[in-house]
């Protein structure tokens, strides 16, 4: 094991299975639904949902049933109190649907999550709704691959910090690997751990969200699986000569 980076992380949704996509796709017959109340060219729909989706977090925090209730609280105020209650119940269809899609991993992800195994110890730090999260663990068949799996409700400093703490291991000998600069990458990076970002082709607004300029050099981008083993190596050759990557 190298001596530099002794921990590698992986976030779960769209870094190891597809999961924006689905949201994406649920959003998008969400506004047909308040389509049916208002002028969509007007409405500015989307910018709206996201604003409650926002505010929400503090209650609801993330996944399927923070977005539909967000949904529903949305439908009433953009249709102005008109949402008929089948249309509620579509909302509601809409989350069971997500709930329900199968896991879809990554093409040659879990090659890559293996290779990385190999020389280090990796585990796995996913965020949102717990019960959804366990059932895509589960049935990802990625398990076995992680020391430790983590859910948790946030992506923050605090957060990474607690667990660095349990894992006993300082934030430089540290890489997150992920597909959201907000919550994969920048905190790492400001606790002076190393990132891999690896993007995915959608993101939700909310994780785009971050500025990572300063802590830049301790983070790598990759476009695709295949090359998160020799971006993990680089990593670890730089931090085992105390520089940072580049």
């Known amino acids: 094991m190298d001596n530099g980076i002794r921990m590698v992380a992986f976030d779960g949704d769209d870094t190891l299975w597809r999961s924006q996509d689905y949201f994406d796709a649920a959003q998008l017959e969400f506004e047909q639904i308040v389509g049916r109340y208002i002028d969509l060219a007007d409405a500015r729909v989307a910018e709206r949902l996201y604003a409650f989706e926002k505010a929400n977090l503090a209650w609801f925090g993330y996944g399927v049933k923070g977005m539909a209730l967000s949904m529903i609280e949305a439908a009433v105020e953009i249709t102005g109190q008109r949402v ?81 703490e349990e894992f006993g291991i300082a934030a430089a000998q540290f890489v ?31 994780e785009s969200e971050a500025s990572i300029d300063a802590c830049g050099e301790r983070m790598r981008t990759v476009p695709s699986p295949e090359g998160l083993p020799a971006a993990i190596q680089a990593i670890a050759g730089s931090a085992a000569a105390g520089r940072f990557a580049r």
Do not use: C
């Open 176 to 206: 997150m690997v992920g597909n959201s600069l907000r919550s994969d990458i920048a905190p790492v990076l400001t606790l002076g751990g190393w990132g891999v970002h690896m993007p995915y082709h959608t993101t939700w607004s909310h």
């Open 84 to 164: 008929g209650a089948a249309d509620v119940q579509r909302i509601v269809g809409l989350a069971k649907e997500l709930l329900r899609h199968p896991v879809e991993l990554l093409p040659g992800i879990r090659d890559a999550v293996a290779a990385v195994a190999a020389k280090h110890d990796v585990v796995l730090i996913t965020k949102g709704d717990l019960f959804h999260q366990e059932a895509k663990v589960r049935d990802s068949g990625l398990a076995d691959l992680f020391r430790r799996i983590e859910i948790v409700s946030e992506k923050d400093p605090a957060t990474y910090a607690r667990l660095l």
